[in-house]
């Protein structure tokens, strides 16, 4: 079967540094993403891995090892707007989208 | 600018009276789909429409339904709602060729179930 695991919740400090790790077992590889989702609101990309090593975007970075499995999302300097829930997906050889559950991640002053 | 809306927001229907969900973009994206998310879950997809062609996920019950009438539309219908179908339904589109084929969500309509 096909599989997302990321931990549940996180909890961080304004101001820190925070990595969110993503493993995925899936049937084919097409590529990583991560989306970010407010409470009650719709899911937000982030970003978009497909080749093995560290995307940045601002305060934003995404790393992914494909012989690992293994992605994670890294969030430097947080915010207290930075609190919400960060989904894994993995596209897999049908190009269909595989979703982790989220991680809720709380910050706090 | 360029969107995906979703109509209406929040959505109360009764014990197995019909419901419509609805669905536009701007993007002029080739896919939509339709996710229902339950709260703390990942979205599980429903329906995706590949232009005209519909392809039904194996385990979305007979009770939901789905149309697209032209490329900017989608609608999801649920024939007789029941107390588990009270959840965040999400319409996504994509374009299919793009660099990362990203999703677009619409901001949700949540559905209670009285």
């Known amino acids: 079967g096909q599989n997302i695991d990321q931990p549940t919740e996180m909890t961080a400090t304004e101001g820190a540094i925070v990595q969110i790790n993503c493993t995925y077992q899936t049937s084919g590889f097409n590529g990583l993403f991560w989306y970010q989702q407010h409470a009650g609101e719709a899911p937000t990309f982030l970003s978009y891995n497909v080749l093995d090593g560290l995307e940045e975007k601002g305060r934003f970075s995404s790393f992914l090892s494909r012989s690992k499995g293994y992605s994670y999302l890294l969030l430097k300097e947080l915010q207290m707007k930075d609190s919400a829930s960060y989904l894994c997906a993995v596209r897999d050889s049908n190009y269909q989208l595989i979703w982790g559950a989220g991680t809720k991640l709380i910050i706090k002053p | 600018d360029a969107m995906v809306i979703q109509n209406p927001r929040y959505q109360v229907t009764q014990f197995g009276k019909p419901v419509t969900l609805s669905c536009s973009q701007t993007?002029?994206?080739?896919?939509m789909y339709w996710y229902q998310q339950k709260s703390s879950q990942a979205p599980k997809l429903l329906f995706h429409?590949?232009?005209?062609?519909?392809?039904n996920e194996a385990d979305t019950p007979d009770n939901f339904q789905s149309r697209r009438p032209n490329t900017s539309f989608c609608f999801l219908d649920i024939r007789s709602p029941g107390l588990g179908d009270a959840a965040m339904y999400l319409c996504?589109?994509?374009?299919?060729?793009?660099?990362?084929?990203?999703?677009?969500f619409g901001p949700g309509t949540r559905l209670t179930v009285t």
């Open positions: 993007l002029n994206h080739n896919v």
């Open positions: 429409y590949y232009d005209k062609d519909f392809n």
């Open positions: 996504a589109t994509s374009r299919e060729g793009g660099e990362s084929y990203e999703q677009y």
